[in-house]
């Protein structure tokens, strides 16, 4: 079977488009939390508890001694240092430019990233639907962030947006381009275990909020539900889609957040921010039919 299988990579689109959703309740569930938290203290929390569900999903299916070999590989480590520095700059970004821009450029600039490092690695040309889509993609996400545009913006925030971006569309190519060869679930198990890892010397000594129930709640949550059984899914769809595509169809996390924040928290939208959901949903659901 190749990546270009119709049948398994429509499942995959779909298994993609379901762990995009399952990321988009994270905000919401830490607004519901109604706690102060540090942000790289939830980041390890989550990763930690993530990381613990998704090895515990693998060795269910895998031989233990594959998660060990997994452990062994240059690619693990990498995508480790790309996991867990997409969390620390994504955070560092949004608390320098508000979060609706720091996940703008965060989350629009990954599908290109992505694209162009699957171009450059394995000659894999972006396909002119997939590109048609992210753009249009991207442009609904401008919209929908388009008030936070109008305020100051701190270059440094920028750039820390943009490394994060970079990390992200890096673990994903890596993952994408070896979850041929051994295992994609155990590939993200190590990988998170490791990032959890990378994360703890800034965490530590910030992780009182987990004596509270709110506190606990809210970890159990992001760590179980928008982690491990998130990744579970996006595992599927790992070794079946381009990276590209994967980052594009992630761009559902904000569309599901935004209609979250709507529905539960009471947030209200503007009509450009509801034109900027209409054309994020066209451009993914265009992506998704190309895969029929």
Known sequence: MTKSTAPRSLRAVFAI???????????????????????????????????AGLLVISLLFENPRTVLRIVRLPVVWAMAIGIAGYQYFFFVG???????????????????FAGILSWIWKGSKPEAV?????IIAVIGLTCLSFYAL????????????????????????????NADTTSAIGL????????????????????????TSEGLLLSLWLGVIATAIAYAFFA??????????????????????????????????????VVGCGLIAFALTRLALSHR
């Not at 508000?98 to 290109?112: E, K, M, N, R």
């Not at 109008?150 to 925030?157: A, C, M, Q």
């Open 188 to 211: 993200l198990a190590v990988a998170f275990g490791l990032a959890a890892l990378m994360l703890m010397p800034f965490s530590v000594t910030k992780l009182s909020f987990l004596s």
């Open 17 to 51: 488009l379901i762990a995009a959703c399952l990321f988009g309740t994270s905000a919401s569930a830490r607004a519901l939390a109604e706690i102060e938290v540090d942000s790289i203290a939830i980041a390890f929390t989550r990763l930690f508890i993530g990381a």
């Open 130 to 134: 997939w590109f048609l889509s992210t």
């Open 236 to 273: 599927y769809g790992l070794p079946r889609l381009k990276a590209g595509v994967i980052a594009t169809l992630n761009l559902a996390e904000p569309l599901v957040a935004t209609i979250l924040g709507v529905v539960i928290l009471g947030e209200q939208l503007g009509a450009l921010a």
């Open 94 to 112: 949004t608390d320098l430019v508000g979060v609706a821009l720091g996940t703008l450029i965060s989350l629009a600039l990954a599908p290109f």
């Open 150 to 177: 109008n305020t100051s913006i701190p270059i440094g925030g920028v750039i820390a947006a943009l490394v994060a971006s970079f990390a992200y569309a890096s673990y994903t190519v890596l993952g994408s381009e």
